[in-house]
């Protein structure tokens, strides 16, 4: 019998662990926290050794959201890139909170927002894992040609304290979920980030996938602990590669090689109330990298595939941004 879950509750301070509130419609594969060594010592005989050691402990492991959805991204952007972020209700009394995750680029100055992570199989044993915090997300998705369902993939790598033994926090109810959807995906391209998101390039977008790395990574010292103590903050990043139709705006692109582009990747849901719609917007700034003109045939329609890596916009002053409308005011 399968009974894995995840659940997951903020905390506050960070590292503290805490009861799940919430769960993620995700599964996980159970990694061990450390690892063992055996010495290659000399004791005179043919054998790679007698002993082992173990060194400190690591959560390392990743988590699979099948289908994504929308209430779910907050969670995912203020572990990633930043938190401590407050949403802001776009139309009065519709729970229409916009996310907005513009991520300070000049100082380390996006400290993550953490969780205690409860997961396993709940017919086996349960393992909790605090202070986790998100390494990397790939969201990527396409748009079926038989029209059939276009759910949209997240893969997100994390890292975590420690594994402890646990009962899962009972009573926590399914969540009511909105998904995002590979047919309601939308493409912009601009040449400026102040044009960045008003061009839209329709009847050309087939599949994508975009990977975001929060550049946020553990510290350990010595003490006396295994495990470590802070998280420190390098670069960022993110990296699209785009399956287009080929055509005028495929070849412009094409074209485009070594030049830096503005786009934006808009994920829409339905309205919440009558305010605005669940969303999801990435804006970012990339260079074009790896245009392959016509690289593949479906249904004897020939598709391109663009590659663009994010950089530094000097007169925009930012690489890239993140904004999620969803009706959920916490993580």
Known sequence: MNLNQLQ??????????????????????????????????????????????????????????ERGYFQILPLIFSLLLKGGITPAEQTTDQEDYL???????????????????????????GF???????????????????????????????????????????AIAPPVVNEMSGFLTRLYVNDSWAAVGTTEKTNILRAFDIEI???????????????FDAVVEGKKSILVTLTLDSGADAMALHDALGEVKFLKLLFEGPAIGTGDKHSLAIKFAGVVMDPKLNASYENDVPLTTVQLEGVYDPTGGKMFTVDVTTNSATI
């Open 99 to 125: 996310w907005a995750f513009d991520p300070d680029l000049t100082a380390t100055g996006n400290t993550p927002d953490t969780i205690t992570l409860e997961s396993g199989d709940a017919g086996v044993q």
């Open 128 to 170: 909790e894992t605090e202070y986790v915090v998100f390494e990397k997300v790939k969201i990527s998705g396409s748009v079926p040609q038989d029209g059939r369902d276009a759910p949209i993939k997240i893969d997100i790598d994390f890292f975590g304290k420690q594994n402890t033994k646990t009962t899962f926090t009972a």
């Open 213 to 227: 790395i929060g550049g946020f990574a553990p510290a350990f010292h010595g003490g006396q602990s295994l495990t």
């Open 8 to 65: 997951y509750g903020k905390e506050s301070p960070s590292g503290t662990a805490v009861v799940a509130t919430k769960r993620i419609l995700g599964s996980m594969n159970y990694v061990p926290d450390q690892q063992a060594v055996i010495p290659a010592d000399d004791i005179g005989k043919n054998v790679p050794g007698y002993r082992a050691v173990k060194g400190g402990k690591l959560v390392a492991n990743s988590i699979l959201i």
